[in-house]
């Protein structure tokens, strides 16, 4: 079915052109003629995908998700479980290039999110999975030992992601002093801050 | 002078009204007359604190900064240096009642600064100021013993304001996974996952 899939396709190529567009102008700047002269269609064939420009926006929120629940599942298929893949869904959450347009858009959803019900919605489904998976993650590298078994998991994962989104926040409003390998480095603190105490070592 | 001292707390409580319109209908709702009516006011005498709207959301932004900046100064006079002020800092950054117009106001104003050089450079100062503040805090409490002196004090530091911010975030978005006591308690456990390894104490 050569047609779903070129729809599809095109959904996502307007999402991406979506977040471009938000992250250079804003939300407010995001109207569907700029977006349609992003992505390089009329705005025609805009509303051929889309009921409306609230119907692109929801897609385009929780396209968000979608793509980072992608490479989730990709550090989820490849790496070992626990601390290894903890560390690679951090840097899902805080990506290298935070000159991705997905990241760039995200300060602007949040701050829709928390006045707009329907983006409401959108963000917490997706953050509901985050927490469980990476949730089940920090379980893992507990059992490893790589993680303090003494604290609730739950908190740590929810503790891990409010990093990560505070790290996100922090990269796009001061990229001088959150650069790509500082980013790094303190995820990488905070991977080892929770490590067991070396008491348990002695 | 009785008329400056009035003057000012016109343009803090209009700043109040600002955030408070903001946290409720998002920085587009936020008009002169929104504004003005939220505060009791005319739009006219709002016109006379203020150049235009650009003026004062530049200035309702600063002043979340200024309120977080008088409660840190009391933190400073009134406990003693390291981790007990720390605390009461993240307790500032994130604050017992986000329902306090301050923080709700707080994610519109950072999609703004991420695409507006204006409200990111209102930004940046604060946040210069603060990663400086709760770095001489960290300093302080690694010399007292109370957090890892291993790590470099301003990487603890500004993963502190990166959880913080995290923090923010997610009890906006989700204030049913992240009530007051839970948000103390993540704070807690981040401050003693930032302790001195056991093995300096054996």
Redesign the interface.
């Known amino acids: 079915m050569p047609k779903v899939v070129d729809h599809d396709v095109r959904r996502e190529q307007v999402a991406e052109a979506t977040w471009r567009v938000i992250?250079?102008?804003?939300?407010?700047?995001a109207t569907l003629r700029e977006i349609a002269r992003e992505a390089g269609f009329s705005t025609g064939v805009i509303q051929h995908y889309f009921l409306d420009r609230d119907d692109l926006l929801a897609f385009a929120a929780g396209q968000i998700a979608e793509r980072a629940g992608q490479g989730i599942a990709q550090a989820q298929s490849e790496l070992a479980p626990g601390l290894v893949r903890l560390r690679a869904m951090m840097l899902i959450l805080v990506p290298r290039d935070l000159e991705s347009a997905r990241v760039?858009a995200l300060?602007?959803f949040?701050?829709?999110?928390?006045?707009?019900p329907v983006h409401?919605a959108i963000?917490?489904q997706a953050?509901d999975a985050l927490?469980r998976t990476v949730r089940i993650e920090v379980v893992a590298a507990q059992e490893a030992g790589q993680i303090?078994d003494r604290?609730d998991p739950a908190?740590?994962a929810?503790?891990l992601?409010?990093?990560?989104?505070?790290?996100c926040?922090?990269s796009?409003?001061?990229p001088t002093?959150?650069p790509e390998d500082?980013r790094e480095?303190?995820i990488e603190?905070?991977l080892i801050?929770?490590a067991p105490?070396?008491?348990t070592?002695?």
Chains 1, 2 share one sequence.
């Open positions: 992250g250079r102008d804003g939300l407010d700047g760039s300060l602007s949040w701050a829709r999110s928390a006045i707009d409401n963000h917490n953050y927490r303090d604290r908190d740590i929810d503790s992601i409010a990093f990560g989104d505070g790290l926040v922090r796009t409003l001061e002093a959150f500082r480095q303190l603190g905070m801050a929770l105490s070396r008491r070592d002695s």
